[in-house]
């Protein structure tokens, strides 16, 4: 199983990102997918999550900025960046949880300065 993000890079502060992630191989029966993101010097963070049937939830931190969107049937999450913030300058990964088993992504750096 791999997953790949892409879509990072360095925005402006109140500018907008969208990430993708894409996963490829073997997986049963996938739960959710999830982002998460990590700033220098802190704990990785949970930010956002799709589950399998249909739900979503984002953290408050990034609440009403960011949006997850996508599909576990077709393996496939994406997060609409917007209003975005110094803050919010952290490697961005992905993550799913399928077959009782957590597979990461390997991370994409959204930088926020101006």
């Known amino acids: 199983v791999q997953l790949v993000e892409s879509g990072g890079g360095l925005v402006q502060p109140g500018g907008s990102l969208r990430l993708s992630c894409v996963i490829s191989?073997?997986?049963?029966?996938?739960?959710?997918l999830n982002w998460f993101r990590q700033a220098p010097g802190k704990e990785r963070e949970w930010v956002a999550t799709l589950t399998s049937e249909g739900s979503s939830a984002v953290a408050d931190s990034v609440k009403g900025r960011f949006t997850i969107s996508g599909s576990t049937a077709e393996n496939t999450v994406l997060l609409q960046m917007s209003s975005l913030k110094p803050e919010d300058t952290a490697v961005y990964y992905c993550r799913s949880r399928a077959d009782g088993y957590f597979y990461w992504g390997q991370g994409t750096q959204v930088t926020v300065s101006s």
């Open positions: 191989g073997s997986m049963i029966s996938v739960k959710s």
